[in-house]
Structure formats: structure tokens, C-alpha cells
């Protein structure tokens, strides 16, 4: 028989602290009170929680069940081609925050406007940024991808239901995260004090604490880049490709979803880009809810994001769904790639002066 005077050993404690340590308190930890703040991003991290559950079980049964796979015969806002599985994912969200009473307005990477919910508006201080399936190529092949999400305090005059008020820059986001659908599902963000991963412990439905305080080291040697665009990117791009090729310490990884691709570099460093391409000179990637909270989470864990010419953070969308070049990961990485682009904008200046001299 137990004995309830006898204090559990230290191993089961440990253990039981850890499994203890769901998402929504670990945000109370981190604010250090119940303040309505705290509370407010608590809720609200757990309910991105719950959308990631829902998305997850669907993935896991979506080669079982009717309807879950393929394409809908649609294309987006994007012009690409709409998947099940992103319409899906997409409306999970929806269902999620609605009668939450915190989030007024979504926008996503489905769809054209952003989305209010009338019925949270009057109190709802807050609006949920995110891409619901990030990766869809991989859905239908059962690799593995992510969703992406930023949080920004609602802006007070977006009468219009315009959203113009989103068009700032990432300094804005009070907090950023992505799911990664995975061998186990994870749940990474930040609420701008350090970055913490979770697992998805599906025996108790519960994210529980896996690491906290994630640091990227300073270099590390992935690259992570789709060389099949080399011929469509810019000469300084390729240099730095030659470069990586030319020098030992390097190796290639791409699957083809950007948050995977991103936590493996998280945890082990490198560096990740989506560049501009002849046809599409912006890249491919958006900011406001793919390349902004990304850059949040790096900048927490003490990496660098970049356009090569501008710090991701910094850069103002001109339009909800604008994209932007993306460079990602360690610093010293970053730093080198930044430093093929800004040779050849250099170049390309002292060819202009020298031009314009000789009219
Ligand atoms: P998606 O959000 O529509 O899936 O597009 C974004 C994805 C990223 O996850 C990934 O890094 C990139 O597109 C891959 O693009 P490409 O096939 O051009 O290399
Ligand atoms: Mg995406």
C-alpha cells in the first residue's frame, strides 16, 4: 500500500513535473502571472492547440477516409492549385476561434480577405495570421508538414474591415509558432521570451513540454535550398550555391515544407532560403504568415532572417498576401549568403555610376 506521507522519488517527480507541463501553463510561466494578457495568450495558444489536434488526426486518417486527399478543382487568392487538406485546415482554424471571444479576425494563406467573426468583435483584441497547410505537396505522399500562425493585437481603427492595419511589420506579432505534422506532431512558438517546443502526447491529447530555450547554432551545415531553380536565380545566389559545393562542411536538405525544413535547422542549425527568381523576383514565400513569424522564432533562438538586402522583421507589406525573398537560420549562415547578394547590388551600383558617367 502507498503511503501518502512518503514523497515520490526524484526520477517520478521529474517525469510528473514534465508531463505536467502543458502549453497553456508553460505561457503562464512565462508572463509570471495571471494577468489578463497572459491569459488571453494562454487561451489562445490553447486553442491553436486544439486546431493542430484536429488537423492531426485528420492527416493521420487521410489515406482511410473519403474526401481527404487531392485537389478541390479550385485555385487560391495565389493562383495555386487548392487542395483538400488546405480547405480543410483552413476551416478548422475558423471553427476554432469562433465564439472564443479573443480573436476578431483571421487571415490566411486561403483566403483572399481576411475573415471576421462578428460575434467575438466587440471584446476580441486580437487577430490570428496563419498558413493552415503549409507544404501541401507533401499531403497527398504522407511527408510531413506544417502550419504556421502569428498573433497581432487588433488594430482599433480597421473600421473598414479593409485589414490595412495588417500591413506592418513584424515587430508587431506578440507571438509566433508553428505545428510540424510530423513522426509526432510539435508545437513550437514564442511569445517573444525564448522558444519552446512541445510534443503532442497523443495518450493524453495534451502538448507537453520537449524543449525549452532553443538556441540555433551560430553555423551549422545544412543548406536548404530548391537547386532545380538554380538556372531562375540571381548570379549572387548561384555564387553562393558554387560556394557551398566548392567548400567542405556542407550538406543538402529539401523536403519540400518549408517548417520542416526550418525546424531541423532550428535544432541543428544552417540555413534555409526561398529566393527571388526570374519569374518570381518576390520568391515564393509570404510574408505575413509564412517568413514574419518565422523570423520572430529565429530571432527568439538567436538566428537571423533576411531578405539578403533587409532583416525580415523590418519589411512592411505593401498588400495582405505580398511575398518577400527569404533567408533563414544561423547568423554566420545568413550572413554569408547576405553577403553574395550584397557583392553583387554593389557591383550592380558601381556599373550604374560608371554608366551614367558616360552619358
Ligand atoms: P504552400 O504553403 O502553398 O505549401 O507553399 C509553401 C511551400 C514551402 O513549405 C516550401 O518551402 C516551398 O513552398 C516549396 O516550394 P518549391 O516546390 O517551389 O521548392
Ligand atoms: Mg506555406
Redesign the pocket.
Known amino acids: 500500500m502507498t503511503d501518502p506521507e512518503q514523497p515520490l522519488d526524484l526520477d517520478h517527480k521529474y517525469a510528473l513535473d514534465r508531463d505536467c507541463t502543458t502549453l497553456s501553463r508553460h505561457v503562464l510561466q512565462q508572463f509570471q502571472s495571471f494577468s489578463a494578457e497572459a491569459q488571453d495568450l494562454s487561451a489562445l495558444m490553447n486553442r491553436v492547440a486544439l486546431a493542430a489536434k484536429l488537423i492531426a488526426r485528420h492527416l493521420s486518417r487521410a489515406g482511410l477516409v473519403e474526401d481527404a486527399l487531392g485537389f478541390t478543382g479550385r485555385t487560391n487568392v495565389?493562383g495555386?492549385s487548392v487542395k483538400k487538406m488546405d480547405v480543410y485546415a483552413n476551416q478548422v482554424f475558423i471553427s476554432v476561434f469562433q465564439e472564443s471571444g479573443l480573436v476578431c479576425r483571421l487571415a490566411s494563406?486561403e483566403m483572399e480577405d481576411p475573415y471576421y467573426i462578428p460575434e467575438n468583435c466587440p471584446i476580441g483584441r486580437y487577430t490570428l495570421l496563419y498558413?493552415p497547410?503549409?507544404?501541401?505537396?507533401n499531403v497527398d505522399i504522407n511527408l510531413n508538414v506544417?502550419a504556421i500562425f502569428a498573433i497581432r493585437r487588433q488594430g482599433s481603427e480597421d473600421l473598414d474591415y479593409s485589414g490595412k492595419d495588417l500591413l506592418q511589420d513584424g515587430h508587431q506579432q506578440i507571438a509566433a509558432g508553428y505545428v510540424l505534422y510530423g513522426p509526432s506532431t510539435m508545437l513550437v512558438y514564442s511569445i517573444g521570451k525564448g522558444v519552446h517546443a512541445f510534443t503532442l502526447d497523443p495518450s493524453l491529447g495534451e502538448f507537453i513540454l520537449a524543449s525549452e530555450n532553443i538556441h540555433v547554432p551560430d553555423h551549422g551545415p545544412v543548406y536548404s535550398v530548391?537547386e532545380?531553380?538554380f538556372w531562375q536565380c540571381e548570379e549572387s545566389i548561384r555564387n553562393y550555391i558554387r560556394y557551398v559545393h566548392r567548400h567542405e562542411g556542407y550538406t543538402a536538405r529539401?523536403s519540400?515544407?518549408?517548417?520542416g525544413?526550418f525546424h531541423r535547422i532550428l535544432f541543428q542549425g544552417g540555413v534555409f532560403l526561398?529566393p527571388g527568381t526570374i519569374k518570381k523576383p518576390e520568391g515564393?514565400?509570404r510574408l505575413l504568415y509564412?517568413s514574419a513569424p518565422l523570423a520572430f522564432l529565429i530571432e527568439q533562438a538567436g538566428g537571423r532572417a533576411s531578405t539578403g538586402l533587409q532583416n525580415i522583421l523590418d519589411v512592411v507589406p505593401d498588400r495582405l498576401h505580398a511575398r518577400t525573398p527569404l533567408i533563414i537560420g544561423s547568423k554566420e549562415d545568413v550572413a554569408l549568403v547576405e553577403s553574395f547578394i550584397q557583392e553583387e547590388q554593389r557591383e550592380r551600383q558601381e556599373q550604374e555610376i560608371l554608366a551614367s558617367k558616360g552619358n
Open positions: 495565389q495555386e494563406e498558413d497547410i503549409d507544404g501541401s505537396s506544417g530548391n532545380g531553380n529539401y519540400g515544407a518549408l517548417v525544413d526561398y515564393k514565400l509564412e
